[in-house]
């Protein structure tokens, strides 16, 4: 008999806003868009205030502007932001002993198990809300499921303040009728090229042909099918089990020019460093991902001496390989992963022979795989 799997998603509702509503309230009930202030900057994220005016994440602060002038506009205070989560964190931790960051304000929870120390495992969910409405002031959405995909897709059904259990005998009858565009990783060309094709709907998806996909979704056609049917056999890993960290967006509309795309860059440096650091690990190698918005996939990747997890440090390696690129096209997906990860605190590689030789073997499979000339833009000091 195939045990019930029970995995939680948590996520904050308009994470950054929400604290500077809580540490401000003055702010309540008013549009806050939180970002870079400067020309160039982008919205981290917004109220739910704001986002009646059609703001939206990463969007471009001059189009936020536009749209919402008498919106206020903070520049982010990404430290308290940390201190917050760090609480949050802890929350989870008292739940499960299994726990997935996904950025500084959402993550997984394995509940598996916890039947026989909770009784009713759906009755988890309300109690961790309230936990974090104790404890920190603030509101969390909660879906509830027996896979990662179900629980991501429940826990954003009813924001703000939400709460949605899928249970497995109601999975295909709850998610069949929702729209295309709730699985996540299908961008809006892929939504509108399904709805051309008459695909409008979850259940309309999961009833079609993958040989009738493949032209369209490649590769991914037939995972992206599997979840349209509720199907999703990945684990909750935590970090400290991870080889990689890292930490990627498909943005609503396409950013346009590479002072934009570092903007959105920059906020993914700091979520990923936020894990790197909670879970107590540096990495070595740095890769940026940029997908435009032809579909085109491009990643470049950088070692570094010295194992790092701060923000500026990462953000300093992205801007290095974001040099690399062409950035004529629009982008659809940026993406930034730390790999090769060592404990927090550990030497440097260079004052280490065996960490050396492995830094060694790993370059020389990057020559393999991006070609000679990676040493020629800007790898740095070997």
Request: aromatic letters at 4%; hydrophobic letters at 40%; a negative charge.
């Given at each position: 008999m195939v045990r019930q799997r029970y995995i939680m998603h948590v996520d904050m509702d308009a994470f950054f806003a929400s604290v500077e509503q809580l540490d401000h309230p003055e702010y309540r009930g008013k549009p806050v868009i939180v970002g870079g202030l400067s020309g160039r900057g982008v919205v981290s994220t917004c109220s739910y205030e704001a986002r009646k005016f059609g703001v939206h994440s990463a969007m471009p602060m001059a189009t936020a502007h536009r749209l919402c002038p008498q919106a206020i506009y903070v520049q982010g205070r990404y430290g308290r932001y940390q201190e917050v989560s760090r609480e949050?964190?802890?929350?989870?931790?008292?739940?499960?002993?299994?726990?997935?960051?996904?950025?500084?304000?959402?993550?997984?929870?394995?509940?598996?198990?916890?039947?026989?120390?909770?009784g009713d495992v759906y009755a988890l969910g309300p109690k961790i809300k309230q936990a974090i409405r104790e404890r920190t002031g603030l509101t969390a959405s909660v879906g509830l499921a027996p896979n990662k995909f179900l629980a991501k897709l429940a826990s954003d059904l009813r924001k703000p303040d939400g709460m949605v259990i899928i249970r497995p005998e109601e999975a295909a009858a709850t998610i069949a009728p929702l729209p295309v565009g709730r699985i996540f990783g299908l961008g809006q060309r892929s939504v509108a090229a399904l709805e051309k094709m008459g695909i409008r709907t979850i259940g309309q998806l999961a009833a079609c042909d993958p040989r009738l996909l493949r032209p369209l979704l490649g590769k991914n056609a037939e995972e992206?099918?599997?979840?349209?049917?509720?199907?999703?056999?990945?684990?909750?890993?935590?970090?400290?089990?991870?080889?990689?960290?890292?930490?990627?967006?498909?943005?609503?509309?396409?950013?346009?020019?590479?002072?934009t795309c570092l903007g959105a860059l920059w906020d993914l440096c700091q979520q990923?460093?936020?894990?790197?650091?909670?879970?107590?690990?540096?990495?070595?190698?740095?890769?940026?991902k940029v997908k435009t918005g032809t579909f085109q996939l491009l990643t470049r990747s950088r070692m570094v001496e010295e194992p790092l997890s701060q923000d500026e440090e990462l953000?300093?390696?992205?801007?290095?390989?974001?040099?690399?690129?062409?950035?004529?096209?629009?982008?659809?997906?940026?993406?930034?992963?730390?790999?090769?990860?060592?404990?927090?605190?550990?030497?440097?590689?260079?004052?280490?022979?065996?960490?050396r030789q492995k830094r060694n073997q790993a370059l020389d499979a990057l020559k393999q795989r991006f070609g000679e000339d990676i040493i020629r833009k800007g790898w740095g000091k070997r």
């Open positions: 949050i964190r802890k929350i989870f931790q008292e739940f499960s002993p299994l726990v997935e960051p996904l950025s500084i304000d959402e993550a997984f929870l394995d509940l598996t198990g916890m039947e026989a120390l909770a992206i099918r599997n979840r349209a049917q509720g199907l999703d056999s990945r684990p909750v890993v935590p970090d400290e089990q991870r080889k990689s960290l890292g930490k990627e967006n498909t943005f609503p509309v396409d950013l346009v020019g590479m002072e990923v460093g936020w894990r790197l650091r909670c879970a107590g690990l540096s990495g070595c190698t740095v890769t940026l953000m300093e390696q992205i801007r290095l390989l974001a040099r690399q690129l062409s950035w004529s096209q629009p982008v659809r997906l940026l993406g930034v992963s730390v790999s090769h990860l060592v404990p927090a605190g550990s030497q440097s590689l260079a004052l280490d022979d065996e960490r």
